[in-house]
């Protein structure tokens, strides 16, 4: 099986081979140079599919009104993300697994760390917030003929109890989760590929 099927249906494997036991994780172009840390207010957005929003890149979206990327470190990420719901967050119980949680509803937008060799590494973005749009105006109002006609055909599709379409960039990929009933989007997955590897591959925790 490919790599990118790989990140997504692995995901809880990864965990596991972590030590950190059960925990649910929700055509090719390239992505422009490092993250913005610029203020973008999407209140009135009307971003036609396909077209990046100017101020962004594929990596990046918005919430709170400051832009979060998947290529962002922990800190960057914690420090745009802002307060997040402690109560729903799992960070506590041990291990090098960490997840923080934010938004208004459990699981509307979560963030996955690792810790490798003294170092917490994003993993994923997972986002299954409404309001939240990714840099070409997809969100999970959309559905999966949206996704197509923004980003084109995916690098690959796989089908489990939900489909799958995945598109691969230069350091991360974005995963949309798609309804097989209607077609609409559930979640949207933002990967950081290499944190990914260096996940997948270090040692397993005791």
Request: overall charge negative; some cysteine; proline content about 2%.
């Amino acid at each position: 099986m490919k790599k990118l099927s790989t990140i997504i249906i692995s995901s809880a494997m990864v965990l596991a081979l972590m030590g950190c036991g059960e925990v649910e994780i929700g055509s090719d172009t390239n992505a422009e140079g490092p993250s913005s840390t610029l203020n973008y207010d999407d209140s009135n957005s009307s971003t036609d599919a396909g077209e990046v929003k100017a101020e962004l890149t594929d990596d990046q979206f918005i919430y709170n009104n400051n832009v979060i990327s998947i290529l962002d470190d922990t800190q960057t990420s914690l420090a745009n993300l802002g307060d997040y719901n402690k109560e729903r967050s799992n960070l506590d119980k041990g291990g090098a697994f960490k997840r923080y949680d934010y938004g208004k509803k459990r699981g509307d937008i979560l963030l996955d760390t690792f810790e490798i060799d003294g170092e917490e590494l994003v993993a994923y973005i997972l986002n299954t917030s409404s309001d939240i749009e990714t840099a070409r105006g997809i969100s999970n109002k959309s559905t999966e003929d949206d996704v197509i006609a923004a980003y084109g055909e995916p690098t690959e599709k796989i089908s489990e109890n939900s489909d799958y379409l995945t598109y691969e960039f230069d350091g991360y990929s974005i995963s949309f989760e798609v309804s097989p009933k209607d077609k609409k989007l559930l979640s949207i997955q933002y990967t950081n590929t290499p944190n990914y590897d260096r996940i997948k591959n270090a040692p397993k925790t005791t």
